[in-house]
């Protein structure tokens, strides 16, 4: 019997690609390759797809049907896609979109549910309404500028200190925190230069900053893996703390039972409310010192050895090799 092929995605078009690229290699390196045949295949821009030979070779992918013809002039289809791209077109719905149109089976959410959650202002939004706490927000379209009335209306709203940042993006990109009125309009410039169509100005919460993942179980049924805490030698968990070591990262948390049942529960209500599949990571900030607030939801979340769903998922005791093979099992029988 021939073993499914497997697509695992990299790459992508945007600041991430670098850290994609040491994702999908870590998850290459633990599929389970007995029972699955996998494939690294980079998005390097929207008109070069290449899959990568395990001798290093390359061969362009064909997007009108995603194959690809190995060394012996055989073509090759993909009976999955692990989508492993970071930012867009693996987050923001680019991709799912491609492969429900070619009726090929991906690891992720919807490309509903994951445009959603690459959308922090609607994400807000629909947890809102689900009861669950979360920053304060005004939106900014690019191609609507605000006048200076208008931007004075939204700092009474929500005035400094607060944070100005790409309404779509990940890994802390083009964020920046606001003490003064006059620092608005350059952190809006800032966030804008990332490529994002929309920025946000979000009131700050002040607290300490968590994580979790939330994954299958062994039943199938989603399961939120320890927490980590997340000290930042930064101002807040930049990029630099994310994957340049300026940050201490316990895990698990050492929390009260009841503030972690708390971050457990809001995790997998957001997990079912915006409809998420696969591997997620929530990320939140506690006031109050016992009221999490959910900052943002990672529907493609890192997978380098300096990532946390990794760390979380070894406090766990959570077999990866298992795990992966779970994840391709159900996404393929979706």
């Known amino acids: 019997m021939n073993k499914p092929n497997i697509a695992v995605l990299a790459g992508g078009y945007s600041g991430e690609y670098d850290i994609s690229i040491q994702s999908a290699t870590e998850i290459l390196d633990h599929i389970d390759t007995s029972r699955f045949a996998p494939i690294i295949v980079k998005l390097e821009s929207e008109e070069s797809w290449l899959a990568v030979h395990s001798d290093g070779k390359l061969s362009n992918i064909d997007k009108s049907n995603f194959t690809w013809t190995d060394s012996s002039g055989v073509k090759r289809s993909f009976d999955l896609a692990f989508i492993m791209v970071h930012g867009t077109p693996g987050e923001d719905g680019l991709l799912q979109t491609y492969f429900e149109n070619l009726n090929i089976p991906f690891t992720t959410g919807s490309s509903e549910s994951v445009s959603t959650t690459f959308n922090k202002y609607l994400?807000?939004?629909?947890?809102?309404?689900?009861?669950?706490?979360?920053?304060e927000s005004f939106l900014i379209e690019k191609e609507s500028p605000l006048d200076q009335d208008?931007?004075?209306?939204?700092?009474?709203?929500?005035?400094?200190?607060?944070?100005?940042?790409?309404?779509?993006?990940?890994?802390?990109?083009?964020?920046?925190?606001?003490?003064?009125?006059?620092?608005?309009?350059?952190s809006i410039d800032h966030a804008f230069k990332t490529g994002t169509p929309s920025v946000l100005i979000?009131?700050?919460?002040?607290?300490?900053?968590?994580s979790v993942g939330v994954v299958p179980g062994d039943?199938?049924?989603?399961?939120?893996?320890?927490?980590?805490?997340?000290?930042s030698a930064?101002?807040?968990?930049?990029?630099?703390?994310?994957?340049?070591?300026?940050?201490?990262?316990?895990?698990?948390?050492?929390?009260?039972k009841e503030l972690a049942d708390k971050?457990?529960?809001?995790?997998?209500?957001?997990?079912?409310?915006?409809?998420?599949?696969?591997?997620?990571?929530?990320?939140?900030?506690?006031?109050?010192?016992?009221?999490?607030?959910?900052?943002?939801?990672?529907?493609?979340?890192?997978?380098?050895?300096m990532s946390l769903l990794p760390q979380q998922l070894a406090h766990a005791g959570v077999n990866v090799r298992d795990l992966l093979s779970r994840i391709i099992e159900s996404s393929i029988g979706n």
């Not at 979000?202 to 968590?210: N, V």
């Open 263 to 305: 971050i457990h529960l809001n995790a997998l209500k957001a997990y079912q409310s915006l409809d998420c599949r696969g591997m997620v990571r929530v990320d939140f900030i506690v006031v109050e010192g016992n009221r999490p607030a959910i900052l943002e939801i990672n529907s493609v979340p890192g997978f380098t050895k």
């Open 123 to 135: 994400t807000n939004n629909t947890l809102r309404q689900e009861g669950l706490f979360v920053a």
């Open 150 to 186: 208008e931007l004075n209306h939204i700092l009474q709203l929500i005035p400094p200190p607060c944070f100005v940042k790409p309404n779509h993006g990940g890994s802390s990109l083009g964020i920046s925190k606001v003490l003064t009125k006059d620092d608005i309009l350059p």
């Open 219 to 231: 039943d199938s049924i989603p399961k939120a893996m320890p927490i980590t805490e997340i000290i």
């Open 202 to 210: 979000e009131s700050l919460l002040i607290g300490k900053e968590f």
């Open 234 to 256: 930064n101002e807040f968990f930049d990029y630099e703390a994310k994957y340049e070591g300026a940050s201490q990262e316990i895990t698990p948390a050492e929390i009260s």
